[in-house]
């Protein structure tokens, strides 16, 4: 069974332009454009891999990492965001982020992150 990703970004381009390279690299994906849409995403399915912006329209994507981890605690999250200072690169693994990839990013950033988290792909 393939992986199942969910991305939660509240740029519309950014969602289909990942949901679209992750399918095609063998994924199940799908998106959310807010904290609360990737609740509520969450609260219906599993996911084995979030990517998740920082600024979402009705709050930080800090506050969906606890309710990723209480949904599926082998869920691994990579923080997708144009914040990228210490705090926020910091912060994002203390609260269980797995990888944080600056805006804006390319396909070989998000190839690195899912190697460095030992995820298979198709290329």
Known sequence: MKEQILVVDDEVEICLLLSGMLRKMGFGAEYAHSVS????????????????DLNLPDG???HLIPKVKKANPNSKVIIISAYDGSIERQRAISEGAHFF??????????????????IPYSS
């Not at 849409?37 to 998740?52: A, C």
């Not at 950033?109 to 899912?114: D, E, G, R």
């Open 60 to 62: 930080l994507g800090f």
């Open 37 to 52: 849409e990737g609740i509520d995403k969450i609260g219906k399915r599993k996911y084995d891999i979030v990517f998740l």
């Open 101 to 118: 990839i600056p805006k804006p990013f390319n396909k070989q950033m998000i190839v690195n992150a899912l190697e460095e988290l030992e």
